[in-house]
């Protein structure tokens, strides 16, 4: 995710993006939220689909 496609989001969402700060808050809030994600998937991968699940949530994790 691009800097521009996080502002763009967090405006959408009714943040100020009006200094550094809201910006550098804006991204370090996007990528907590990109790695609950990722990991939420990963262990989903790694319930549901056995040895093949393990290599995929290893490739979802890797993302990160």
């Not at 549901?48 to 290599?55: A, H, K, L, N, R």
């Amino acid at each position: 995710m691009t800097q521009d496609e996080i502002i763009e989001m967090a405006r959408q969402a009714g943040f100020m993006m009006e200094n550094s700060a809201a910006i550098q808050a804006a991204e370090i809030f996007a990528k907590l939220v990109v790695a609950k994600e990722r990991e939420a998937c990963a262990k989903i991968a790694e319930q549901s689909f056995g040895v093949i699940g393990s290599t995929i949530a290893c490739a979802i994790r890797a993302r990160g």
